[in-house]
């Protein structure tokens, strides 16, 4: 079964106990008719009398303990069941007729009057606080370490616990519900030395991992060792059966301790022998003193605590049927608890001091509660004395429900003066850690942070220290803590990702992967962890937002070892570092924030600069107008436009280019590509030759940038000379006013894209007054806010639509796509030129 | 969180499976409860209330509740069966035909397997085919070992077959499973009784008289109990309390009177007598019987034998023998009226004829024989003979048991007379245990000039 399963099946057993439990002592004050007697639970199938509660109608009618209860109104009685049906036929008021026979044999006939069902004494109500504390105990440490099987089988054992000290000890009368509740304490009582056996096997240390384990060899493999504990189990009940049976086979009935036979308790008392025996030698091979000292404390406590009972139970059985005798025996049980807890809180499994502040908490909620109840029932049999409702039998479990129903508003307003009256020290440490924390939420500077986190920490919680690693890199380094702590933490992110997903700081045996076998290798996580903790570090939290990992904090125990961090503590902790967290992402986007300012501010510079390259008015020659525009993305960008050395001496050439990639790594490449274009024009004047060589230069730098480019040169005639490389299709617009794009040469790959080259220009004639846009794909890819593309086709229509004049075209284009984009941040930069023959001019190339 | 969730899943579905476990042995334990078969609730109310009464000898409170079960569902073929063996001859005799028409044409079909065997027995002895009868008595117990009614036939048929251990057996089985079945108690009680354990007899007369202390023959019985071991006071006081509930119940003022005749108190005996004429609403034979044990018990207890057997002659005492004839038989042989004291050995024998009374009237006859054989002086005859009739006599009430004690006096005597002194002051011993005051005064008694004159004093009897 696997440990989760086998928690599950110990919760499930648990609530089954508690629910018992809880419905043994709610049968108990039941309303119903009761003669006032309380049963010898050891009397098989007997109804002996016990006790008789003083002023009962059975103390008036002179029965006493030791009578044997024979029949219940005329009628023989076969068990306890049979009384119960009998009386429950019956109201309270009314005189029955009992038969009763004496210890020395006598019979009598007497008249009973029946009250109301009132049972249980002192020391039950001790056997009940006492069996409860248990299970909550036992609860407790299951909810917080349910992976240790140790705190398994302590839930087990409290489990049994309880149903020992409520079921089995109950004032047994004629309820249907005695009998499964006794029988089943029975049961508990059998099963409870063997599971106390089976504690101190496995805690503090398994013995299977000591030297007598080892020596054993068998128990170092789980089959065998599973076998020895089912055989702890079974013997007792092996024992129990024979005993019972055998005196049953000779028709005898079996003489009992509460409820079980003295061979039971013989081995009762052999099985704690051997358990405390196995405790001390446990204790003895215990690494340090502190856990030597816990689990000697347990062996005093459990020897202290069982010594009474057994030795009652197996010299003196007769005298546990006595209530002062019974206290003797039951009461110094509180010390088994009290030592567990104590020696559990040393190894860091139980906070007792929780314990203590919910203990105390619960019990005065529970006196408020009882008092409640008291005086309800007081003040409704005082007003409506005579009248129904306070007669009826239902109205006491009616209204202890409605208290009930008060217990957990009553349990909340308490809560603040029982802490306040108790745990004064505690709460100034939590409003201490409180004030830590918004102090933290309000710094920017990080080392004042990582200084209230290595400094003012540990002196709060009286820490030896406390060491910060922060992540710069993708490694963990140590920004603050004690120098024998490594520099660097390699903690896995398997490792980081479960100490961040964690809502409470993490002791260091919980972040181990456990292995499934002994054979399997010790992970490099494991030896870290070994590290860490012989340099004294307890506990480790993870510094993490839900945008970033930022660090790690590790703590190492109190001064003097004296309590461990308590759970309590460890989960403001993790509260505290969350703020942190949140501090230092803070203070690393503030600082992130102005490097970026100052960026922003180098780059408007250089986009001034860029700017300024550019040519403010573009000459072709006479009988040429041109009007263009640039504009970048960012503050710097890829596209550009120049004028360089024409085909011909004198002449000029217009070129415009898109450099591939955007902001400062784009404006480098447009300057690198503008200067190259201006050095070849001067030596290469054929526009496909300063292409190839551009794309030779360019394909040789290897970081794989290219240029989308444009070339346009007046030519004789009122021609162009043009070459596209890349760009986008240039628009010519006819006199008539239509649109035509140019055609363009089969090799127009953006110069630099490979390494073949093969420019070849191609000439266009313009008539007079025509035009030719020529722009970058930043004008027809520019995007609405809805995605849209502006296109070619809009393009054109805005081009058709515009005067006659470049300026007007380009201003004309520009508004167009202002108005498309609404104003957004362009997608690409965007260059755009438009060039006219003029009207009255001849057009002829070459510049003046 | 989620492996949380999951284990608290894991624990839910636990809790419902052993919450499921128990249900299911719940109800397994209680299922196959129902023995009677009725449509009405009520009815079966009505017959368990009926069963109840009869359980506790409330004979005419359990008629009524069968009665009123068959008026409820007039389809209810037990509660008529029931009802027909509650109905006593003073109910139309056409009421118990027609019950018994009906019960006997009842369809078996839906009935549980008890009231299939109640009816079919029923069948079988109303046919008079008792071989029929015990085999599905045997056939039922086989199936059904622990049905106590059932049971009851059995232990009932052991009891008249007078095989008292098996009776014995069967009544202890039958009330270790309803031990309020008063009459087993009742049996139990006589049974102990018989066997001289006073303790457990009167453990059962008590339990008796606590189940139905409003009937007359749980107080009888035990009062029985203490008449024969000597607690008169106790036994009086009992015997009052079942005449003061059923004051026609003649056996208890027979006892009074002879817890009168015991303590020598004559006129405590003659007071009876008119208290029974009076108030008893006894049998007028009876009331003559009991003048007629009064005059002979007297006459015998102031040895005159004459006054006796005159007594006994007088026709009140017609064909009346038990202690009576026995002190008639004395009288007449003692007073040398050897022929009549032959004509009562006659007449017990002509009873034995006349009634198919076998063994108790042989028994008796052993007796009067074994005090005729001391009278003659054939002591070691006598003494043979006694011997033999009281190893065949038990306790079984206080007449046979005070016969018992006689047997045991006459025994004495013989013993005594013979000069075997040791086994003359066993007998004695064992008279003692059962009654030390009777012991002392019988064996002080002069029955008889043989015996009177063998009669050793007060000390030689006690060292013997």
Same mark, same amino acid.
């Given at each position: 079964?696997?440990p989760?399963?086998t928690?599950a099946?110990?919760?499930a057993l648990?609530?089954a106990?508690?629910?018992?439990?809880?419905?043994?002592?709610?049968?108990?004050?039941?309303?119903?008719?009761?003669?006032?007697?309380?049963?010898?639970?050891?009397?098989?199938?007997?109804?002996?009398v016990?006790a008789?509660?003083?002023?009962?109608?059975?103390?008036?009618?002179?029965?006493?303990?030791?009578?044997?209860?024979v029949?219940?109104?005329?009628t023989?009685?076969?068990?306890?069941?049979d009384?119960?049906e009998?009386l429950?036929?019956?109201?309270i008021?009314?005189t029955v007729?009992?038969?009763?026979r004496?210890?020395?044999g006598?019979?009598?006939?007497?008249?009973?009057?029946?009250?109301r069902?009132?049972?249980?004494?002192?020391?039950y109500?001790?056997?009940?606080?006492?069996g409860?504390?248990?299970?909550?105990?036992?609860?407790?440490v299951?909810?917080?370490?349910?992976?240790?099987?140790a705190?398994?089988?302590l839930?087990?054992?409290?489990?049994?616990?309880?149903?020992v000290?409520?079921?089995?000890?109950?004032?047994?009368?004629?309820?249907?519900?005695?009998?499964?509740?006794?029988h089943t304490?029975?049961?508990?009582?059998?099963?409870?030395?063997?599971?106390?056996?089976?504690f101190f096997?496995?805690f503090?240390?398994a013995v299977?991992?000591?030297?007598?384990?080892?020596?054993?060899?068998a128990l170092?493999?789980?089959r065998p060792?599973?076998?020895l504990?089912?055989?702890?189990?079974?013997?007792?009940?092996a024992?129990?059966?024979?005993?019972?049976?055998t005196k049953?086979?000779?028709g005898?009935?079996?003489a009992?301790?509460s409820?079980?036979?003295?061979?039971?308790?013989?081995?009762?008392?052999?099985?704690t022998?051997?358990?405390?025996a196995v405790l001390?030698?446990?204790?003895?091979?215990?690494?340090?003193?502190?856990?030597?000292?816990?689990?000697?404390a347990?062996l005093?406590?459990?020897t202290?605590g069982?010594l009474?009972?057994?030795?009652?139970?197996?010299?003196?059985p007769?005298?546990?049927e006595?209530e002062?005798w019974?206290?003797?025996?039951?009461l110094?049980?509180?010390?088994?608890?009290l030592?567990?807890?104590?020696?559990?809180?040393?190894?860091q499994?139980?906070?007792?001091?929780?314990?203590?502040?919910?203990?105390?908490?619960?019990?005065?909620?529970?006196?408020?509660?009882?008092g409640?109840?008291?005086?309800?029932?007081?003040?409704?049999?005082?007003?409506?004395?005579?009248?129904?409702i306070a007669?009826?039998?239902?109205?006491?479990?009616?209204?202890?429900?409605t208290?009930?129903?008060?217990?957990e508003?009553?349990?909340?307003?308490?809560?603040v003066p029982?802490?306040?009256?108790?745990?004064?020290?505690?709460?100034?440490?939590?409003?201490?850690?409180?004030?830590?924390?918004?102090?933290?939420?309000?710094?920017?500077d990080?080392?004042?942070v990582?200084?209230?986190?290595?400094?003012?920490?540990?002196?709060l919680?009286?820490?030896?220290?406390?060491?910060?690693y922060?992540?710069?890199?993708?490694?963990?380094?140590?920004?603050a803590?004690?120098?024998?702590?490594?520099?660097?933490?390699?903690?896995?992110?398997?490792?980081?990702?479960?100490?961040?997903?964690?809502?409470?700081?993490?002791?260091?045996?919980?972040?181990?992967?456990?292995?499934?076998?002994?054979?399997?290798?010790?992970?490099?996580t494991?030896?870290l962890?070994?590290r860490?903790?012989?340099?004294?570090?307890?506990?480790?939290?993870?510094?993490a937002?839900?945008?970033?990992?930022?660090?790690?904090?590790?703590l190492?125990?109190?001064?003097?070892?004296?309590?461990?961090?308590e759970?309590?503590?460890?989960?403001?902790l993790?509260?505290?570092?969350?703020?942190?967290?949140?501090?230092?992402?803070?203070?690393?986007?503030?600082?992130?924030?102005?490097?970026?300012?100052e960026?922003?501010?180098e780059?408007e510079?250089a986009?001034?600069?860029?700017?300024?390259l550019?040519?403010?008015?573009?000459?072709?020659?006479p009988?040429?107008r041109?009007?263009?525009?640039?504009?970048?993305a960012r503050h710097?960008?890829?596209?550009f436009y120049?004028?360089?050395?024409g085909?011909?001496?004198?002449?000029?050439a217009l070129?415009?280019?898109d450099?591939a990639?955007?902001?400062?790594?784009g404006?480098?490449?447009?300057?690198?590509?503008?200067e190259?274009?201006?050095?070849?024009?001067?030596?290469?004047?054929?526009?496909?030759?300063l292409f190839?060589?551009?794309?030779?230069?360019?394909?040789d730098?290897h970081?794989?940038?290219f240029?989308?480019?444009?070339?346009?040169?007046?030519?004789?005639?009122?021609?162009?000379?043009?070459?596209?490389?890349?760009?986008?299709?240039?628009?010519r617009?006819?006199?008539?006013?239509?649109?035509?794009?140019?055609?363009?040469?089969d090799?127009?790959?953006?110069?630099?894209?490979?390494?073949?080259?093969?420019?070849?220009?191609?000439?266009?004639?313009?008539a007079?007054?025509?035009?030719l846009?020529?722009y970058?794909?930043?004008?027809?890819?520019?995007?609405?806010?809805?995605?849209?593309?502006?296109?070619?086709?809009?393009?054109?229509?805005?081009?058709?639509?515009?005067p006659?004049?470049?300026?007007?075209v380009v201003?004309?284009?520009?508004?167009a796509?202002a108005?498309?984009?609404?104003?957004e941040?362009?997608?690409?930069?965007?260059t755009?030129?438009a060039?006219?023959r003029?009207?009255?001019?001849?057009?002829?190339?070459?510049?003046? | 969180?989620?492996n949380?969730?999951?284990?608290?899943?894991?624990?839910?579905?636990?809790?419902?499976a052993?919450?499921?476990a128990?249900?299911?042995?719940i109800?397994?334990?209680?299922?196959?409860?129902?023995v009677?078969?009725t449509?009405?609730?009520a009815a079966?109310?009505?017959?368990?209330?009926?069963?109840?009464?009869?359980?506790?000898?409330?004979g005419?409170?359990a008629?009524e509740?069968?009665?009123r079960?068959?008026e409820?569902?007039?389809?209810?073929?037990?509660?008529?069966?029931?009802?027909?063996?509650?109905?006593?001859?003073?109910?139309?005799?056409?009421?118990r035909?027609e019950?018994?028409?009906?019960v006997l044409?009842?369809?078996?079909?839906?009935?549980?397997?008890?009231?299939?065997?109640l009816?079919?027995?029923?069948r079988?002895?109303?046919?008079?085919?008792?071989d029929?009868?015990a085999?599905?008595?045997?056939?039922y117990l086989?199936?059904?070992?622990e049905?106590?009614?059932?049971?009851?036939?059995q232990?009932?048929?052991?009891w008249?077959m007078?095989?008292?251990?098996?009776a014995?057996?069967?009544?202890q089985?039958?009330i270790?499973?309803?031990?309020?079945?008063?009459t087993?108690?009742?049996?139990?009680?006589?049974?102990?009784m018989?066997?001289?354990e006073w303790?457990?007899a009167e453990?059962?007369f008590a339990?008796?008289?606590?189940?139905?202390?409003?009937?007359?023959?749980?107080?009888?019985?035990?009062?029985e109990?203490?008449?024969?071991?000597? #607690?008169? +006071?106790e036994?009086?006081? &009992?015997?009052?309390?079942? =005449?003061?509930?059923?004051?026609?119940?003649?056996?208890? !003022? %027979?006892?009074?009177?002879?817890?009168?005749l015991?303590?020598?108190?004559?006129?405590?005996?003659?007071?009876?007598?008119?208290?029974?004429?009076r108030?008893?609403?006894?049998?007028?034979a009876d009331?003559?019987?009991?003048?007629?044990?009064?005059?002979?018990?007297?006459?015998?207890?102031?040895?005159?034998?004459?006054?006796?057997w005159a007594?006994?002659?007088?026709?009140?005492?017609?064909?009346?023998?038990?202690?009576?004839?026995?002190?008639?038989?004395?009288?007449?042989?003692?007073?040398g009226?050897?022929?009549?004291a032959a004509?009562?050995t006659a007449?017990?024998?002509?009873l034995?004829?006349?009634?198919?009374?076998d063994?108790?009237?042989t028994?008796v006859a052993?007796?009067l024989?074994?005090?005729r054989? #001391?009278h +003659?002086?054939r002591?070691? &005859?006598?003494?043979?003979? =006694?011997?033999?009739?009281?190893?065949?006599?038990?306790? !079984? %009430?206080?007449?046979?048991g005070?016969?018992k004690?006689?047997?045991?006096?006459?025994?004495?005597?013989?013993?005594?007379a013979?000069g075997?002194?040791?086994?003359?002051?066993?007998?004695?011993?064992?008279m003692?245990?059962?009654?030390?005051?009777?012991?002392?005064?019988?064996?002080?008694?002069p029955?008889g000039?043989?015996?009177?004159?063998?009669r050793?004093?007060?000390?030689?009897?006690?060292a013997?």
């Amino acid at each position: 079964m696997t440990p989760r399963a086998t928690t599950a099946v110990l919760y499930a057993l648990g609530l089954a106990a508690f629910l018992l439990a809880g419905l043994s002592i709610v049968d108990m004050y039941l309303p119903r008719p009761y003669d006032g007697v309380v049963l010898e639970s050891d009397a098989l199938g007997e109804l002996k009398v016990r006790a008789v509660v003083p002023g009962s109608g059975a103390d008036r009618a002179g029965i006493r303990a030791g009578d044997r209860i024979v029949g219940i109104a005329r009628t023989l009685l076969r068990s306890p069941a049979d009384a119960a049906e009998l009386l429950n036929r019956r109201e309270i008021g009314e005189t029955v007729a009992y038969f009763v026979r004496r210890p020395g044999g006598e019979w009598r006939d007497v008249p009973v009057q029946l009250g109301r069902r009132q049972i249980g004494d002192t020391s039950y109500l001790s056997a009940c606080l006492l069996g409860f504390s248990f299970f909550f105990i036992g609860l407790f440490v299951l909810r917080q370490r349910p992976d240790l099987p140790a705190s398994r089988v302590l839930f087990w054992v409290c489990t049994l616990f309880l149903l020992v000290l409520v079921c089995r000890l109950r004032p047994a009368s004629y309820s249907r519900v005695d009998s499964l509740v006794l029988h089943t304490g029975t049961g508990a009582l059998v099963l409870l030395p063997a599971s106390f056996l089976h504690f101190f096997l496995i805690f503090p240390r398994a013995v299977w991992e000591g030297p007598w384990g080892r020596r054993l060899g068998a128990l170092a493999r789980p089959r065998p060792r599973g076998l020895l504990i089912a055989g702890l189990y079974l013997v007792p009940v092996a024992v129990l059966a024979v005993a019972v049976g055998t005196k049953l086979a000779e028709g005898e009935r079996p003489a009992l301790v509460s409820g079980a036979p003295p061979a039971n308790w013989w081995l009762m008392a052999l099985f704690t022998i051997a358990g405390l025996a196995v405790l001390a030698a446990n204790a003895r091979r215990l690494g340090s003193l502190r856990e030597r000292r816990g689990a000697m404390a347990v062996l005093a406590g459990s020897t202290l605590g069982l010594l009474p009972i057994l030795t009652l139970a197996v010299g003196f059985p007769e005298l546990l049927e006595r209530e002062g005798w019974f206290l003797v025996g039951v009461l110094p049980m509180a010390l088994i608890p009290l030592s567990f807890a104590w020696a559990i809180v040393r190894y860091q499994l139980l906070n007792v001091r929780l314990i203590l502040r919910r203990s105390l908490l619960y019990t005065v909620t529970t006196a408020l509660v009882t008092g409640l109840y008291a005086l309800g029932i007081a003040s409704v049999n005082g007003i409506f004395r005579g009248a129904g409702i306070a007669e009826s039998r239902y109205f006491p479990l009616l209204f202890a429900l409605t208290i009930l129903l008060l217990f957990e508003p009553l349990r909340r307003q308490v809560q603040v003066p029982v802490d306040r009256f108790f745990f004064a020290e505690r709460l100034r440490l939590q409003r201490a850690m409180v004030d830590l924390g918004r102090q933290l939420s309000a710094r920017l500077d990080p080392a004042a942070v990582v200084r209230d986190l290595v400094e003012e920490l540990p002196q709060l919680l009286g820490l030896r220290f406390a060491a910060l690693y922060l992540l710069r890199g993708g490694r963990f380094e140590r920004v603050a803590g004690p120098p024998d702590l490594p520099e660097q933490l390699e903690l896995p992110g398997e490792v980081f990702r479960r100490l961040s997903g964690r809502t409470v700081l993490a002791r260091l045996d919980e972040l181990e992967t456990p292995r499934r076998s002994d054979a399997e290798p010790v992970t490099e996580t494991s030896g870290l962890l070994v590290r860490l903790a012989a340099s004294g570090v307890e506990v480790m939290g993870a510094l993490a937002t839900s945008r970033r990992r930022i660090g790690v904090v590790l703590l190492s125990s109190r001064h003097g070892q004296t309590v461990p961090l308590e759970q309590e503590e460890l989960e403001l902790l993790q509260g505290l570092l969350d703020q942190a967290a949140i501090a230092l992402e803070t203070s690393v986007l503030l600082d992130e924030r102005a490097r970026q300012a100052e960026l922003e501010r180098e780059l408007e510079i250089a986009a001034a600069i860029q700017l300024s390259l550019l040519p403010d008015h573009i000459e072709l020659g006479p009988g040429w107008r041109v009007a263009a525009s640039c504009r970048p993305a960012r503050h710097v960008g890829g596209d550009f436009y120049s004028v360089i050395a024409g085909p011909s001496p004198g002449a000029k050439a217009l070129v415009y280019g898109d450099v591939a990639g955007k902001s400062v790594p784009g404006a480098l490449m447009m300057m690198m590509a503008k200067e190259l274009l201006h050095s070849l024009a001067l030596s290469h004047g054929d526009p496909g030759e300063l292409f190839d060589l551009a794309n030779r230069r360019l394909y040789d730098l290897h970081q794989r940038g290219f240029v989308a480019l444009g070339y346009l040169a007046p030519a004789e005639g009122g021609r162009l000379r043009y070459l596209i490389a890349g760009q986008p299709r240039p628009l010519r617009r006819t006199a008539a006013g239509g649109i035509e794009p140019l055609p363009l040469s089969d090799h127009r790959l953006p110069v630099g894209a490979l390494a073949a080259g093969g420019y070849r220009a191609l000439d266009v004639e313009l008539a007079p007054g025509e035009l030719l846009v020529l722009y970058s794909d930043g004008v027809d890819e520019a995007r609405s806010p809805a995605g849209e593309e502006f296109g070619e086709e809009r393009l054109r229509h805005v081009i058709a639509a515009a005067p006659a004049d470049p300026e007007a075209v380009v201003e004309a284009v520009l508004a167009a796509l202002a108005e498309f984009t609404r104003g957004e941040e362009p997608y690409d930069d965007l260059t755009l030129l438009a060039v006219q023959r003029l009207p009255d001019s001849p057009a002829g190339g070459g510049a003046r | 969180m989620k492996n949380r969730r999951r284990t608290l899943q894991i624990a839910l579905l636990a809790a419902v499976a052993v919450a499921a476990a128990a249900t299911a042995g719940i109800l397994l334990a209680h299922r196959g409860e129902r023995v009677w078969t009725t449509d009405s609730p009520a009815a079966l109310a009505e017959l368990e209330r009926g069963l109840e009464a009869d359980q506790k000898l409330y004979g005419d409170e359990a008629t009524e509740h069968f009665q009123r079960a068959v008026e409820l569902d007039p389809d209810f073929t037990i509660a008529k069966l029931l009802l027909l063996s509650r109905l006593s001859g003073s109910v139309a005799e056409e009421r118990r035909a027609e019950l018994a028409g009906e019960v006997l044409q009842a369809d078996l079909g839906e009935l549980s397997a008890r009231e299939r065997f109640l009816i079919e027995h029923f069948r079988a002895r109303r046919e008079e085919d008792f071989d029929r009868a015990a085999k599905l008595l045997a056939s039922y117990l086989e199936a059904h070992p622990e049905d106590p009614f059932a049971l009851n036939y059995q232990c009932q048929t052991a009891w008249r077959m007078r095989e008292f251990a098996a009776a014995e057996r069967c009544f202890q089985r039958l009330i270790e499973i309803d031990p309020n079945w008063v009459t087993a108690q009742n049996h139990l009680g006589y049974l102990a009784m018989a066997q001289g354990e006073w303790r457990r007899a009167e453990e059962q007369f008590a339990i008796y008289r606590y189940l139905a202390p409003d009937q007359a023959n749980p107080h009888d019985s035990l009062a029985e109990l203490l008449l024969l071991t000597g #607690r008169w +006071e106790e036994a009086r006081e &009992e015997l009052e309390t079942a =005449l003061a509930i059923k004051p026609d119940f003649c056996p208890s !003022w %027979s006892r009074l009177i002879t817890l009168a005749l015991l303590r020598s108190d004559r006129d405590q005996a003659f007071e009876l007598l008119e208290r029974i004429e009076r108030e008893g609403r006894c049998h007028e034979a009876d009331v003559r019987i009991q003048r007629c044990r009064i005059e002979v018990w007297s006459a015998f207890e102031d040895a005159d034998w004459q006054r006796a057997w005159a007594a006994f002659s007088s026709p009140r005492c017609e064909r009346y023998f038990t202690e009576t004839a026995v002190m008639a038989y004395q009288g007449a042989l003692f007073a040398g009226l050897e022929e009549e004291a032959a004509a009562v050995t006659a007449d017990l024998k002509g009873l034995v004829r006349d009634l198919g009374m076998d063994q108790g009237a042989t028994i008796v006859a052993d007796h009067l024989e074994g005090i005729r054989l #001391r009278h +003659e002086g054939r002591l070691d &005859e006598a003494v043979e003979k =006694l011997r033999e009739t009281d190893r065949r006599l038990a306790f !079984w %009430s206080s007449d046979i048991g005070y016969f018992k004690l006689a047997t045991q006096t006459e025994l004495w005597r013989a013993l005594t007379a013979a000069g075997r002194h040791d086994e003359a002051a066993r007998v004695l011993e064992g008279m003692r245990a059962v009654n030390p005051e009777i012991a002392e005064l019988w064996t002080a008694h002069p029955s008889g000039d043989a015996s009177a004159a063998a009669r050793p004093p007060a000390a030689a009897r006690d060292a013997g």
